[in-house]
T-cell receptor
Framework: DVKVTQSSRYLVKRTGEKVFLECVQD?????MFWYRQDPGLGLRLIYF???????EKGDIPEGYSVSREKKERFSLILESASTNQTSMYLC??????????FGAGTRLSVL | AQSVTQLGSHVSVSEGALVLLRCNYS??????LFWYVQYPNQGLQLLLK??????LVKGINGFEAEFKKSETSFHLTKPSAHMSDAAEYFC??????????????FGQGTILTVHP
């Protein structure tokens, strides 16, 4: 069974904290994605990785960084969390040209 | 850059009526296209996908979508709405080539409400 696992379902952090969101896939997909989902805005791409150590900025990369040291793991880092980063974060993975598989999401609250 | 536009953030239909959710993409080269559905408090599920094999694509739960290159559209339809179809629907497009070949861009989403 296909699996994309996000480390936390809910997370509460304080303004200024460094936050790590982890995502692991077990399908040997070359592509991995981080999206944030906000009402009325759909899924906006933060970062995309098409291979180990390779990354590409999405539509809203400001305030975020990513790390992909191993093929199965893609981490999203909020260097200094701010209240406007309160959102639902979705990780996904795919083979190129194929459908994406999504994790369950992490609902992050920054207080 | 690829962009996807879903016309209408909210669509409301009666049970048994036609469902039509609109999606347009911007690309000079036809991308590959998807429709996903998200039920309340759940993750995204794939409804159907277009990958250039056929312009009319059939998906799960009676949904289908037609790819129209001339209109750069990929509208989602279902002949008869069911209460269980109430959800948020997302159209997505993948790039046709280049280093960003795997990248997926999503539309803003359309919330479908079905009235008894």
């Amino acid at each position: 069974d296909v699996k994309v696992t996000q480390s936390s379902r809910y997370l509460v952090k304080r303004t200024g904290e460094k936050v790590f969101l982890e995502c692991v896939q077990d399908m040997d997909h070359e592509n991995m994605f981080w999206y944030r989902q906000d009402p009325g805005l759909g899924l906006r791409l933060i970062y995309f990785s098409y291979d180990v150590k390779m990354k590409e900025k999405g539509d809203i990369p400001e305030g975020y960084s990513v790390s992909r040291e191993k093929k199965e793991r893609f981490s999203l880092i909020l260097e200094s969390a701010s209240t406007n980063q309160t959102s639902m974060y979705l990780c996904a993975s795919s083979y190129t040209g194929r459908r994406a598989y999504f994790g369950a999401g992490t609902r992050l609250s920054v207080l | 850059a690829q962009s996807v536009t879903q016309l209408g953030s909210h669509v409301s239909v009666s049970e048994g009526a036609l469902v039509l959710l609109r999606c347009n993409y911007s690309s000079s080269v036809p991308p590959y296209l998807f429709w996903y559905v998200q039920y309340p408090n759940q993750g995204l599920q794939l409804l159907l996908k277009y990958t250039s094999a056929a312009t009319l694509v059939k998906g799960i739960n009676g949904f289908e979508a037609e790819f129209k290159k001339s209109e750069t559209s990929f509208h989602l339809t279902k002949p008869s709405a069911h209460m269980s179809d109430a959800a948020e629907y997302f159209c997505a497009a993948g790039n046709a080539g280049g280093t960003s070949y795997g990248k997926l861009t999503f539309g803003q989403g359309t919330i479908l409400t079905v009235h008894p």
